[in-house]
């Protein structure tokens, strides 16, 4: 649950996954730190960090 979130991060995200989806990388991961600021992350190397991390 993302109540937390301020809604200008939120509108961030938004605007940074639609420039995203227009590239179509195959995967984007929604990270949500333990600070509470989001990312999203596109790089395999990245995505598959977290993968293995669990």
Do not use: C
Not at 18 to 45: C, F, M, N, Q
């Amino acid at each position: 649950m993302l109540s937390w979130m301020s809604s200008q991060n939120f509108i961030e995200i938004l605007m940074e996954w639609e420039k995203l989806r227009i590239s179509r990388p195959d995967i984007i991961l929604i990270v949500i730190h333990e600070d509470e600021h989001v990312s999203l992350e596109t790089d395999p190397a990245i995505i598959q960090a977290y993968q293995d991390a669990g």
